[in-house]
T-cell receptor, first 111, second 116 residues
């Protein structure tokens, strides 16, 4: 069974601070996705990383896929209250669209 | 227009009852999914259909039965509801199935099921 360990589970920071969320596994994934979920809504895709070592930037968010395609990180620079939400990493298995999700990181950014 | 819609949004019912959740997508996608999100926010896939054909069937009690009348609809019927079935159930869709690299999955707003 492929598992994704996500850390930290909770993060409460002040506006303007930087943070990093980690997603680790002993398994190799064909690709890895990051989703953001707000209360009462479904997850929304932020990014998909496919190549080992790949780095993608989305405004203040930087996503990295590990060289061995077993881990990933999400770094947010100068966090804002609007970044508050549940962040989920998800690895694609041998069936490309069967996603294995991490347990999620609840981020709260205080103004 | 809502891309992936689910009904109902909230469902409160007694143990032992049978209930259904409906899902529709207007994106023209080939693949649809059901996920269960527990109280700790852990999201786990239950089923996936590609063009009305079941392609992913995780270890789910057989009290759960998905039905896909056409590729735009995927319903979930649950028999003999138990307390542990309380969760938020998400429907999702993606353009294709079985690709090596994951498609974007578009999630519905969720159905919060509470079993008393």
């Amino acid at each position: 069974t492929q598992l994704l360990e996500q850390s930290p589970q909770f993060l409460s920071i002040q506006e303007g601070e930087n943070l990093t969320v980690y997603c680790n596994s002993s398994s190799v994934f064909s690709s890895l996705q990051w989703y953001r979920q707000e209360p009462g809504e479904g997850p929304v895709l932020l990014v998909t990383v496919v190549t080992g070592g790949e780095v993608k930037k989305l405004k203040r968010l930087t996503f990295q896929f590990g060289d061995a395609r077993k881990d990933s990180s999400l770094h947010i620079t100068a966090a804002q209250p609007g970044d508050t939400g549940l962040y989920l990493c998800a690895g694609a298995t041998e069936y490309g669209n069967k996603l294995v999700f991490g347990a999620g990181t609840i981020l709260r950014v205080k103004s | 227009d809502t891309a992936v819609s689910q009904t109902p949004k909230y469902l409160v019912t007694q143990m032992g009852n049978d209930k259904s959740i409906k899902c529709e997508q207007n994106l023209g996608h080939d693949t649809m999914y059901w996920y269960k999100q527990d109280s700790k926010k852990f999201l786990k896939i239950m089923f996936s259909y590609n063009n009305k054909e079941l392609i992913i069937n995780e270890t789910v009690p057989n009290r759960f039965s998905p039905k896909s009348p056409d590729k735009a609809h995927l319903n979930l019927h649950i028999n003999s509801l138990e307390l542990g079935d309380s969760a938020v159930y998400f429907c999702a869709s993606s353009p294709s199935g079985g690709a090596l690299s994951a498609d974007t999955q578009y999630f519905g707003p969720g159905t919060r099921l509470t079993v008393l």
